[in-house]
């Protein structure tokens, strides 16, 4: 059986890494002062520039049941079966509509895939690994659903302001965090994100920090692979997070950008480490 895997844009997953594994997209639309356009289209750096511009976020619109049954339809044209992996339910109303797209169509499913940006990619990877061993649609889907509560999803931020921006910090927040160089980790707990740990000084030590907590936190790794995803980083940063996951024995570090809709509501100099947390424990 040829099996479609299949996420939405905020994946953060490389061209590269779409090709490999043969992931299909379906982009969101996004909507930033005058401006309406599909996901992927701006960069992240652009995304900043418009950001700054209108002095606020973009509107993400929900992805509605009709254009999940189309996208499904035209992916059916080449694969017996389709599996979607959703961005959260607890970050997105887009799910649901996706599984009730999923739920009229013949060998169609969706997963709710509780995570964000490559927390997305690792499971799209995952299941494509699965599907090419041969694997059934309908028991990938099993084993995506009882693996996503492993994926270890969280990043570090540099600053509040965006944010604030977006309603999810306050003024008072906001200034005592610049004046303070307060660095929140954001992690995402039953498919919502919260913030579990503040961090202090520059960021290329509190990266170093963040990735020795991780892995004390969150310590039966799967070495299989690690994503270290930024919107952007300074060489040092990466270079922080990349040697902490090779002290640990990942087979294989990828680095990726954040795609501009997760972007713009981080800010700049933000950055995540990604892994499925079900392997052995770290001696």
Do not use: W
Request: a neutral charge; glycine letters at 6%; proline letters at 2%.
């Amino acid at each position: 059986m040829k099996i479609a895997i299949s996420v939405e844009s905020t994946h953060d997953l490389t061209q590269e890494l779409l090709e490999k594994y043969d992931i299909k997209v379906i982009p969101y639309q996004i909507n930033l002062g005058d401006l309406s356009f599909k996901d992927g289209k701006y960069s992240t750096e652009e995304m900043f520039e418009l950001v700054d511009k209108y002095n606020q976020l973009p509107k993400t619109t929900a992805l509605n049941e009709f254009e999940y049954t189309e996208f499904f339809e035209s992916l059916k044209k080449d694969y017996d079966a389709v599996i979607h992996i959703c961005l959260s339910s607890g970050i997105t109303s887009s799910c649901g509509n996706a599984f009730r797209a999923a739920e009229s169509l013949k060998n169609v499913y969706a997963v709710d895939s509780l995570a964000l940006s490559t927390g997305i990619g690792l499971q799209a990877i995952y299941a494509r690994e699965l599907a090419n061993k041969g694997v059934s649609a309908a028991e990938i889907v099993e084993k995506l659903n009882a693996r996503r509560d492993k994926v270890q999803t969280s990043f570090i931020l540099e600053r509040l302001d965006y944010m604030h921006k977006g309603g999810r910090c306050s003024s008072i927040a906001l200034l005592g965090a610049n004046l303070l160089k307060i660095r929140p980790r954001i992690v995402l707990k039953n498919g919502k994100m919260l913030s579990d740990k503040k961090y202090r000084g520059n960021m290329q030590s509190v990266v170093a920090k963040y990735a020795e907590e991780l892995f004390n936190d969150f310590n039966t790794p799967d070495l299989s692979r690690v994503f270290i995803t930024y919107t952007t980083a300074t060489p040092e940063m990466v270079a922080a997070a990349k040697a902490k996951c090779e002290s640990v024995g990942f087979r294989e570090i990828i680095e990726t950008h954040a795609g501009g809709t997760i972007a713009s509501h981080c800010g700049a100099h933000t950055i995540g480490i990604l892994y499925y947390n079900d392997g052995e424990k770290i001696q």
